[in-house]
Antibody, heavy 123, light 107 residues
Framework: QVQLQESGPGLVKPSETLSLTCIVS????????WGWIRQPPGKGLEWIGN???????NYNPSLKSRVTISVDTSKNQFSLRLNSVTAADTAVYYC?????????????????WGQGTTVTVSS | EIQMTQSPSSVSASVGDRVTITCRAS??????LAWYQQTPGKAPKFLIY???ALQSGVPSRFRGSGSGTDFTLTISNLQPEDFATYYC?????????FGQGTKVEVK
């Protein structure tokens, strides 16, 4: 079955760029939406954004000026970049597969999740 | 942005109990609602979509209902593995938003 694995630095300095990659195994990245979600320590879930395999994106307006999600279908992976990070960006970051009602229409939920990776922003 | 509000924030229950969690949207979302279960240190697990459709492999003791702005997750015959935090999430419009979570604790 499809599995997702996040990878990237666990420690990022303030004002620098957080970069994470999600590797998709056991299935194709094609024909799905893919998303990033984060969870600050002891808090709830926050949707960061998503990308369709063909490249269309949606971002959370609270992060939009700082976030970029990209996809590399040749490597079966997608990535997150978050610029100008602060301590408030410290969180567990999850990648997830998003289901839709077919052909990229009407995404409705996240059915497969990575295990999550902890990113701490500190000097 | 659609705000999602869950109640209660926590509930204490025993094995075999029935637990009900409510999720309210700040505007109508028809039935574009999903529920997730999260245990400590783990990724969320997809339980229900379209307000009431059970994800494959999820036990039938989980039931979702509601439409418009008011939704409910009911867990019948609570099992030890059900003690967790539950989140609702609207998929009606971007940005997708989650409720703040409801923790089901052991009484």
């Amino acid at each position: 079955q499809v599995q997702l694995q996040e990878s990237g630095p666990g420690l990022v300095k303030p004002s620098e760029t957080l970069s994470l990659t999600c590797i998709v195994s056991g299935g194709s990245i094609n024909n799905y939406y893919w998303g990033w979600i984060r969870q600050p320590p002891g808090k709830g879930l926050e949707w960061i954004g998503n990308i369709y395999y063909s490249g269309g994106t949606n971002y959370n307006p609270s992060l939009k000026s700082r976030v970029t999600i990209s996809v590399d279908t040749s490597k079966n992976q997608f990535s997150l970049r978050l610029n100008s990070v602060t301590a408030a960006d410290t969180a567990v970051y999850y990648c997830a597969r998003i289901r839709d009602y077919g052909s990229g229409s009407y995404p409705y939920g996240m059915d497969v999740w990575g295990q999550g990776t902890t990113v701490t922003v500190s000097s | 942005e659609i705000q999602m509000t869950q109640s209660p924030s926590s509930v204490s229950a025993s094995v075999g109990d029935r637990v009900t969690i409510t999720c309210r949207a700040s505007q109508g979302i028809i039935n574009w609602l999903a529920w997730y279960q999260q245990t400590p240190g783990k990724a969320p697990k997809f339980l229900i979509y379209a307000a009431s459709a059970l994800q494959s492999g999820v036990p039938s003791r989980f039931r979702g209902s509601g439409s418009g702005t008011d939704f409910t997750l009911t867990i019948s015959n609570l099992q030890p593995e059900d003690f967790a935090t539950y989140y609702c999430q609207q998929a009606h419009s971007f940005p997708w938003t989650f409720g703040q979570g409801t923790k089901v604790e052991v009484k």
